[in-house]
């Protein structure tokens, strides 16, 4: 008796903390960040700024992904100097854009090019 109560007791315990760990598991939402299309003319590396710290560095036809808490994420696009020849350090782009993510979403953004610089377009997720 003492055998089944104790591992009923447990077994609904396990049900109990499903949920919590199920919702634990959504309170962030996914950006990926694509520079997968030829838009920006140059070979030069890329730097992917958030909160003004660099967190990637893309190449033409790459793409990355962060995890990130829900509100507000402020993204700044940078030429990186690097090996390739011409690719001199690049001042930060003059403004930066701001995205709004909730917990759960999961956007795309392509890296595209104006006469004011690189920014950041909405793009379809492809799935």
Not at 34 to 42: D, F, I, K, Y
Not at 44 to 50: M, P
Request: aromatic residues 10%; hydrophobic residues 40%.
């Amino acid at each position: 008796m003492r055998w089944s109560a104790f591992s009923l007791f447990g077994f609904l315990s396990l049900f109990a903390a499903f949920p919590s760990a199920h919702a634990a598991g959504e309170d962030y939402g996914v950006l990926i960040i694509s520079r997968e299309r030829l838009e920006v003319a140059t070979s030069c590396e890329i730097g992917v700024y958030i909160q003004d710290q660099l967190s990637a560095r893309l190449f033409q036809e790459q793409s990355t992904s962060f995890n990130l808490p829900p509100g507000n994420v402020s993204l700044r696009l940078k030429l990186l100097p690097g090996q390739v020849p011409g690719c001199n350090p690049g001042l930060l782009a003059p403004g930066s854009q701001e995205i709004k993510l909730h917990a759960g979403d999961v956007q795309k953004y392509r890296i595209a090019m104006t006469q004011e610089g690189m920014y950041l377009k909405r793009a379809d997720l492809g799935y």
